[in-house]
């Protein structure tokens, strides 16, 4: 994988490529390895993806890299800020990556056989993720980037007000500059998930259109698209009815929450306990006898 590594700061990312794919070859063929080359694999394919400007491959391989390492021993301070950095871009630019929550910390895979293509697999569970709560975000306090980790969090819940705010910031960074709309297009995406969310079951059954255009902080007339966009990556689930502009939603991808959102969940599900007892003593008025 070193030669891979020295072909790409020669400039060479195809051959590069080629270096990754015998060396993958190789490796699945190994009934052991150790976590080390693993480290080594998913760095170099990181770095490649990175100069490709693929950002939802590079998340997944850098992820499985610092998920092979101890990054306090293995990673300087400089190097940490720097992963945490690219890791943020990525996800905020990742196409496929609308949930930001927390991921796997570290993890201490067996030293049986544990092969490349095992890996990748396992990593299409996570790749949708950020780890908002990884230690090496906070690599990123107190420095020049630190926007990028309060964005990952303003994205996280939906908060087009704190991204907004944020927007000057962006100008430190041209990747996020340069995609403004694409940044823009997902946190309505995800304040229109955050929106179905925090409201309880009943009141997803017809949500107006009204309402979400308000949340999301889109015109009347694009909440349809929104709609859609949210439905065809699998975000929520349900109907909408066009005539009427209103939607139904009966499913929402689960998410890692923040405080906040854990203490709207505790309200809504007290809410639940007590039209739970309330039915239960109006059913003891009503018919004592199945009860004695």
């Not at 070859?25 to 390895?33: F, P």
């Not at 490649?48 to 390492?69: G, H, P, Q, T, V």
């Not at 190097?79 to 910390?105: K, P, Q, T």
């Not at 005539?243 to 309200?267: F, Y």
Request: with cysteine.
């Amino acid at each position: 994988m070193e030669r891979g590594h020295f072909l790409l700061l020669l400039g060479q990312p195809e051959a590069a490529k080629e270096a990754m794919d015998q060396c993958q070859k190789v490796l699945d063929q190994l009934d052991s390895v150790d976590l080390a080359v693993h480290a080594s694999f998913y760095r170099v394919s990181g770095d490649y993806w990175k100069a490709k400007a693929e950002f939802a491959d590079y998340y997944r391989n850098s992820l499985l890299y610092l998920a092979c390492i101890d990054i306090d021993r293995d990673l300087t301070q400089d190097e940490r800020a720097e992963r945490a950095r690219d890791l943020g871009i990525a996800a905020l630019l990742g196409e496929s990556l609308y949930n930001f929550g927390e991921l796997v910390r570290r993890a201490h895979h067996s030293s049986a056989r544990f092969s490349i293509s095992a890996a990748l697999s396992w990593s299409e569970g996570v790749s949708w993720f950020t780890q908002l709560l990884h230690p090496v975000l906070d690599s990123l306090k107190g420095t020049p980037n630190e926007y990028i980790r309060s964005l990952l969090f303003a994205f996280n819940s939906g908060d087009i007000d704190k991204f907004q705010s944020l927007i000057p910031e962006l100008e430190k960074e041209p990747y996020l500059l340069q995609n403004l709309n694409t940044l823009r297009q997902k946190i309505c995406v995800l304040a229109l998930i955050e929106a179905v969310f925090k409201r309880p079951i009943q009141d997803r059954v017809a949500l107006p259109f009204s309402i979400i255009a308000k949340e999301a902080q889109v015109p009347v007339d694009e909440v349809e698209h929104l709609l859609m966009k949210a439905l065809m990556l699998n975000l929520i689930r349900g109907t909408l009815d066009a005539c009427s502009s209103v939607a139904s939603i009966t499913w929402v991808q689960p998410r890692v929450l923040d405080k906040t959102q854990i203490g709207g969940l505790k309200d809504r599900l007290g809410d639940w306990a007590d039209k739970v007892q309330a039915q239960g003593a109006f059913a003891r008025g009503v018919a004592p006898e199945l009860f004695a």
